[in-house]
Structures are given as C-alpha cells and as structure tokens.
C-alpha cells in the first residue's frame, strides 16, 4: 500500500517505537520498530492476536505509556519531553477516548456525562452544555439527555461515549474494542458511525478490534504479529489481507 501522506493531513506519525516490558526479570518486546502514520480523515483498524500489542501501541498513540524507544507526533507534536501536566492537556483537548466498557458514570446523567470533559477543563457549565446537546445531537441522542446511562442500550451506552469523546472537538479518536460489548447490529452501527465521523469531522479514528466486520468498513488496515506489522494495507480487497485471514492470523 502506498502510505505517502501529504504533511497538512497527517495525524499520527508513528515512527521505530518499540516498548519492552520485563516480567521476573525477563524483557518481552511488546512492540518492536513499529512506524506509519494516519492521515486526517482515515479509519485505521488495527487487528492481530491476543498479545501481539495492540493495546499497548493505542496506549503509547494516546500518551498513557511512553514507547522504550522511538517517537510519536500527534498533529504534528512529538509526545516525548511532554511533562505529565501537558500529557494531560494534549489528551483532554487533542484525543478523544472510546472504550469497550463505555467507562460512563452511572450517578450522572447522559449530558452530564458529555459534559463532564469540558467542566474538567475549566469550560463554563453553559458553554459545555450546548457543546453537549451538539455532541449528542451528532450521534442522534438528543432524546436521552436526561436519561442515566443505566436506562440505556449498550449501542446506545456506546454512542453516548463516542459523543463524550467528540466534545472536545478532537484531531483524533482511539477506540478500544468498541464494538466488544455489542451484537452484530449495534456493533455494526457504531462502526458505520465512526466513519462517518471521520469524513464529517475531518478527524482521525484508530480502532483496536478483534471484530473482521469493523477491519472491512476500515480505510486501512494493518495488522500485528509478535509486536511487528505484518500487514498494512486496504482490508478485504486485497489478497495479501485475504491469505492473512485465511492463514488464521487474525483470530
């Protein structure tokens, strides 16, 4: 695949990162000389088996690791020499965050919970509550906004967490297995919303999923092995993706 990328639209610029981990004094590579990058406006799913470091790359693109080695940019700035307090600014106002567990706040309400982000950071609790309604507006939940999360579907759970993700009006969204807690009709329905949102927000979305019907809607695919890129490329029409598949990498 050619993965050229016109610097005005690029996200995220991953380049040689490698994370080692030592357990009973042992070094595991969880990650090893791995690089790309996303453009603006592209759906990157990431697949691989369980353990292959998945997970940990989504960490270290959202700043909550740091990589042994190598560096990451995020629109443009490079996440090492960050202190912890401006990690935090760059993840609160840069990187929407989109977990399997929705990870809302029972006691408070839907908008509230959208809101929270905002008040975090100092937004007046008017300003973040039409920031809110906007948000939800956009994942078409306008109908909920009193509702605790606890009255809610699981897809629905779900979209309230991708709107808490877009309130701060991100460059990226990183999602963890999304789609995880969710049957083949909502699952599917979050993944069609995500790309849309992509396009219609000029935002980057990176997916970490075990789910093949997300990799099939995704712009690009890439997949890792034993902490390396074995596939990076477009899901389901190329043959490449097709034998890794077959091959049963990706289950």
Do not use: C
Request: glycine share 8%.
């Amino acid at each position: 695949m050619d993965t050229s990328i016109d610097s005005r639209t690029e996200i995220v610029d991953v380049r040689h990162i490698s994370k080692t981990f030592v357990f009973d004094g042992v070094e595991v590579n969880a990650l090893d000389d791995v690089t790309f990058r996303v453009p603006r406006r592209q759906m990157l799913a990431i697949m691989g088996p369980s353990g292959t470091g998945k997970s940990t790359l989504l960490h270290i693109l959202g700043g909550l690791e740091l990589p042994t080695s190598g560096e990451i940019f995020i629109d443009g700035s490079p996440l090492s020499g960050l202190s912890d307090v401006e990690l935090t600014l760059m993840r609160r106002r840069k990187i929407g965050f989109v977990f399997q567990s929705f990870n809302l706040l029972p006691s408070l309400s839907v908008v509230d919970n959208v809101t929270l982000p905002l008040i975090l950071d100092g937004i007046s609790r008017h300003e973040a509550f039409e920031k809110a309604r906007e948000a939800l507006r956009q994942v078409d939940l306008l109908h909920r906004l009193q509702h605790p999360p606890t009255r809610l579907s699981g897809g629905e759970q779900q979209r309230v967490a991708i709107a808490r993700a877009l309130v701060i009006g991100p460059s990226l969204i990183l999602a963890d297995e999304p789609t995880g807690n969710l049957d083949s009709v909502r699952g599917g329905d979050i993944t069609g919303l995500f790309h849309s949102l992509a396009r219609e927000k000029d935002l980057t979305v990176v997916i970490v999923t075990h789910d093949i019907r997300v990799a099939a809607i995704a712009d690009r695919l890439i997949v890792l092995r034993d902490g390396r890129i074995a596939y990076d490329g477009h899901p389901v029409a190329d043959t490449d993706w097709l034998a890794a598949l077959q091959s049963g990498v990706l289950t």
